[in-house]
């Protein structure tokens, strides 16, 4: 039975999908991380993609997408794995040529707007420019009203929490709030708003009636 929040998500979903549409990206929408998970699994196949790599996505682990595409023949481009820093940066380099890239959006506006932050901006680089194809899962709970409000959720919600999951020495790890600091160790660099997709369908969303990631 789907509690009454997420009724309300089926409800709004499916414009917020077709506003994404319209923008350029692929996207459907389904209600849980279990069939978002099918749906990512049917795409990398259809996309006959042979390499994959990622940014930082909670939403992604949540989902089990880590561990599909480890059981999948596919080549894994996984950072975390680096025995170096060095490494580290050139894994990085590396999921830029990779054919998908896997990531989840810091918020999104209902008219299709994906907003997100990134301190190193290797994750944004292979949305914007590098993969073939770029895999979005994002929770309903990133749904803001309109571009303001996504914006705002990004710096007070999804960067904070971001900074707390990683530990970093920042005033929101501590506080819980941004303090827009500018110190060496922000991890919020660069703001993108996707305003449209090209070329067209590159990006592909699956938008998820649940509270997923941050
Ligand atoms: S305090 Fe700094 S790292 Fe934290 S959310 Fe604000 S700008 Fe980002």
Not at 60 to 74: I, W, Y
Not at 197 to 204: A, F, M, T
């Amino acid at each position: 039975m789907r509690t009454p929040k997420e009724r309300q998500y089926d409800l709004l979903g499916p414009r917020v999908v077709e506003a994404l549409v319209r923008r350029g990206n692929e996207a459907v929408y389904v209600t849980d991380a279990a069939a978002a998970r099918e749906q990512i699994h049917a795409w990398l196949l259809r996309d006959q993609v042979r390499s994959v790599g990622w940014g930082g996505t909670e939403t992604m682990t949540e989902c089990g997408v880590f561990d599909l595409v480890r059981e999948m023949d596919l080549e894994v481009i996984d950072r975390d794995t680096a025995e170096s820093f060095e490494k580290r940066q050139d894994m990085m380099r590396r999921a830029l040529a990779a054919d998908a890239f896997l990531m989840s959006f810091n918020a999104l506006s209902a008219d299709g707007i994906a907003i997100n932050i990134d301190g190193i901006g290797n994750r944004l680089s292979a949305m914007i420019w590098g993969p073939k194809y770029v895999y979005a899962i994002v929770g309903m709970n990133k749904v803001a009203p309109d571009y303001d409000s996504a914006v705002l959720r990004a710096r007070q919600v999804a960067s904070p929490m971001n900074a707390i999951r990683l530990e970093c020495d920042t005033p929101c790890a501590t506080t819980g709030r941004c303090a827009d600091c500018m110190g060496d160790n922000s991890i919020c660099s660069y703001f993108v708003a996707n305003r449209r997709v090209r070329p067209r369908g590159r990006i592909k969303v699956i938008l998820v009636g649940a509270d997923l990631g941050f």
